[in-house]
């Protein structure tokens, strides 16, 4: 599904290969017809935000979003275990998921980041990729409400999940309280001193993983598998 593939790219730290891609989006989420024609604008209004202004700043914006602890922390199961032992299995368990699959990532990124899974999701049949969305579907009907109240155009990103996932935006997230970030400096030391989790190879990571200063060049950090090329074969370099 290769919107999936569009909103991952979306999602994700904002890179000068997007930038540099701009048309191909544009016509890629023109084209998809898994979301509806508001969805595709609000999808193309983020592009347009994101191609069309200096990288810096919106490298900068995203990280002030996205990781400035774990409110709107782009790791799945930070919002459902946070630094429980069970988040750890859960991530075996994803890590397993994938490897079933033929899906060898082969970078640090944790398996729980949101643009990676849809990376993965991108790369299997229509059904399971709707039926993997609908497995988060809650988490991800909370981080759309926490970014509209934030009048966040990454909703558009969670919001077309949702409606891929079969389930409309507005029903998903009616009831949902986002609740009240604390950025105070007491919240943000609690957030970044935790335990450090161990995965598989003995790579640990921060409490929201990678942490991402804007402008620093990608080679002196992980690149996720999706960042190969967005063409038709991007998607099989996440096999093995």
């Not at 993965?120 to 969305?133: I, N, Y």
């Not at 934030?150 to 009616?174: H, N, W």
């Not at 989790?197 to 942490?211: E, I, K, P, R, Y």
């Amino acid at each position: 599904m290769r919107i999936l593939k569009v909103i991952s790219l979306l999602l994700d730290y904002p890179e000068a290969a997007v930038q540099a891609a701009r048309d191909e989006l544009n016509q890629a989420i023109a084209a998809a017809r898994e979301v509806s024609p508001a969805q595709r604008q609000a999808l193309q209004a983020l592009l347009e935000r994101v191609a069309g202004q200096p990288l810096l700043d919106v490298q900068e914006a995203w990280t002030e979003l996205f990781e400035r602890g774990r409110y709107l922390s782009l790791l799945l199961f930070e919002h459902v275990h946070g630094e429980s032992r069970d988040r750890g299995q859960a991530m075996v368990d994803l890590m397993a998921q994938y490897e079933a699959a033929g899906f060898a990532i082969g970078v640090k990124e944790l398996p729980d980041y949101i643009p990676l899974y849809l990376e993965f999701l991108a790369s299997r049949e229509d059904l399971e990729a709707r039926e993997g969305l609908a497995d988060v579907q809650h988490l991800l009907a909370l981080l759309a409400a926490r970014l509209a109240e934030r009048e966040s155009d990454y909703a558009a990103c969670l919001q077309a999940l949702l409606q891929i996932a079969g389930c409309e935006p507005e029903t998903a997230t009616a009831g949902i309280e986002p609740g009240q970030p604390d950025h105070s400096l007491e919240a943000l030391d609690r957030d970044w001193q935790e335990e450090e989790v161990t995965f598989l190879n003995g790579d640990s990571q921060g409490a929201c993983g990678t942490s991402r200063a804007p402008g620093k060049p990608r080679e002196e950090q992980a690149v996720p598998v999706h960042w190969v090329g967005f063409n038709d074969n991007a998607v099989s370099a996440g096999k093995a």
